[in-house]
């Protein structure tokens, strides 16, 4: 039975509710030792706003639900059959929601075949049937195609593997004009590939087709449906500074987009930009944007690849941690982060999708981990939501989320890591650095339960004081780490996706960094799905620094907190 703290999504046979342990853990596990291992309790603290949804009355005749107008771009996910797309997505718990356009209560979307949903793709009709159809990214690079959808579920009618090359899929509704919504697919090295909807549930996309490199200067890509009025998708794209262009469709599968258009700049105040289809039944393709406040606003398309000036439409939307048909990378595993006290309590900082923190909880017994040593909190060992919390106890590796012990022979590392997927293969790993400065990569196995046999990074790490990982940083998707020396500079390592070779070479990202006592990798606490960083002062002030998505990692600091003195350590 997993620990009270994992917080699992383990859907029962209905697939409607979520499994959470609510019990202590046992007063002596089977792990190496004989001490039992200190209580973890999981908070339940959650945000309680409930999201709002309002959309201004459209000026002039709105096209009707049932009404079949030429030309107007077809709602991708209308489940409630009032002709909008209805907005589904993850929420931190790991489950997909439906928030229907008709408003009320968010309903729970099963999927199966798969617990979580990295990204979510909504597609339309691609057969006769009755329902739209939905695709679901794993991290592991399952490609799911759920036919016939309702406000409850989908059938599973196709998965595909080996998508985890890409770092971006999406459709953009009908590319070469045979009635069908296509998919697109971007590399981590920026090169775009074409998929054509065949209309067949069983084999839904013919063979992959190059669309171009240079696609990677974009770190948010909407698929927006047609927004230009020639009845093709199109595709709205921005980069890391918020320049915001279109790109409009040819129709021809080899090149299928013209030139792109500038549209707009300021658009890196949204962490996700999401396509909507046409939400106000004007005939013409809008896009929503949320913003750190976790607002929606509404952006109604012109029908000639514009947009009006944007109109609040929503507040209270940060605790979905990703929307179906959003642009950005989806990342999951770790939005939070925990610390030590001087007496030996255990603590939660959970991030809020805003940049901020929500109030510290306390997970353990006052006192209850005094004694430990070694320990890390890991990127979700299984793919899930909820980090898992690794520690070393009589040279063994301990797991407080699957009960697991990984073996003697720890007592040689001075410092563990666990950044996410390090090898590519859409499972989280784990770095450790021996007493030597010899730095190993450890391959998860996808469940938590196991890893396999080491791989040796390099040797000289034991130049760094401090390492620090939880996703990525720089904008490919990949995970990275960050590094300070004893003189206070900071380097970036970006990942590779090679486990044999798992970095590139470092970047120097600053100096000075010897200011702060503590680094910490919360993970995404913005929302945006890139990796953010923390560092505290001597005097106990904790500094925030968001991802940028670009080469620099890091962006400016602010301030968010104080008080953090009172911890021994941060994890």
């Known amino acids: 039975m997993p620990f009270a703290f994992s917080g699992r999504a383990v859907r029962i046979a209905t697939c409607t509710a979520l499994a959470l342990s609510a019990g202590m853990l046992p007063a002596s596990p089977a792990f190496a030792g004989s001490a039992p291992v200190p209580d973890l309790r999981r908070p339940l603290t959650d ?175 909407v698929g927006l449906g047609d927004n230009d009025g020639d009845g093709r998708g199109d595709v709205l794209a921005r980069t890391p500074a918020g320049q915001v262009y279109f790109y409009g469709s040819t129709g ?23 396509a909507v289809d046409d939400r106000n039944l004007d005939g013409r393709a809008d896009v929503f944007a949320r913003d750190l406040n976790g607002t ?24 979905v941690e990703q929307f179906g048909g959003a642009g950005n990378i989806p990342s999951l595993g770790k939005t939070l982060f925990m610390g030590r006290d001087k007496a030996g309590t255990l603590f939660w900082h959970r991030g809020l999708n805003n940049g901020r923190l929500a109030p510290r909880e306390q997970v353990s017994d006052t006192g209850g981990w005094a004694a430990a040593g070694l320990m890390t909190l890991a990127h979700a060992l299984d793919g899930n939501t909820i980090p898992d919390l690794l520690f070393v106890r009589d040279g063994h590796l301990v797991s407080t989320s ?47 339960t196991g890893f396999s046999s080491r791989v040796r990074v390099g040797t000289g790490w034991n130049a760094y004081d401090q390492i620090v990982g939880a996703g990525d940083h720089t904008g490919d998707g990949r995970a990275d780490i960050v590094a300070r020396d004893r003189s206070g500079n900071l380097y970036l390592y970006r990942g590779t996706g090679s486990a044999t070779a798992p970095f590139a070479g470092r970047l120097r990202i600053g100096g000075g960094w010897g200011a702060y006592s503590k680094l910490v990798a919360p993970g995404d606490i913005s929302g945006d799905g890139r990796a953010d960083l923390l560092a505290v002062t001597a005097s106990g002030d904790l500094y925030r620094y968001l991802g940028t998505g670009t080469s620099a990692g890091i962006g400016a600091r602010a301030k968010i907190g104080n008080g953090f003195q009172t911890y021994r350590d941060l994890y």
């Open 47 to 221: 945000t309680t706003a409930v999201p709002t949804l309002s959309e201004p009355a459209p000026a002039g005749k709105a096209r009707a639900a049932a009404d079949d107008v030429s030309g107007a771009p077809k709602a991708r996910f209308d489940v409630t059959g009032d002709g909008k797309t209805d907005l589904i997505h993850r929420t931190r718990s790991g489950f997909t929601y439906l928030a229907s356009s008709e408003g009320g209560a968010h309903t729970e979307f099963a999927t199966a075949g798969t617990t979580t949903d990295l990204d979510l793709v909504p597609l339309g009709h691609q057969d006769a049937g009755v329902g739209p159809e939905l695709l679901s990214v794993s991290a592991n690079g399952a490609l799911r195609l759920y036919s016939h959808s309702s406000t409850a579920d989908g059938t599973l009618s196709w998965t595909g593997h080996g998508w985890n090359i890409y770092n971006k899929v999406f459709s953009p509704g009908d590319v070469d004009g045979d009635g069908r919504a296509d998919v697109m697919a971007r590399q981590y090295n920026g090169d775009l590939y074409f998929y054509r909807a065949t209309g067949t549930l069983s084999a839904p996309f013919a063979g992959r087709v190059k669309v171009g490199p240079g696609w990677g200067a974009y770190d948010q890509l």
């Open 252 to 274: 021809d599968k080899r090149a299928p987009f013209k030139p792109r258009k500038a549209l707009a700049t300021g658009w890196q105040v949204y962490n996700q930009v999401i």
């Open 296 to 319: 929606l606003w509404a952006y109604y398309g012109r029908g000639n690849g514009t947009f009006t000036a944007r109109a609040q439409t929503g507040t209270s939307w940060n605790k």
């Open 402 to 448: 699957t009960e697991k012990d990984f073996g003697g022979g720890w007592q040689v590392y001075d410092r563990l890591v666990g950044p996410g997927d390090l090898s590519g293969d859409g499972k989280s790993d784990l770095l450790a650095r021996d007493r030597a400065g010899v730095l190993y990569l450890y391959r998860g196995n996808g469940a938590g």
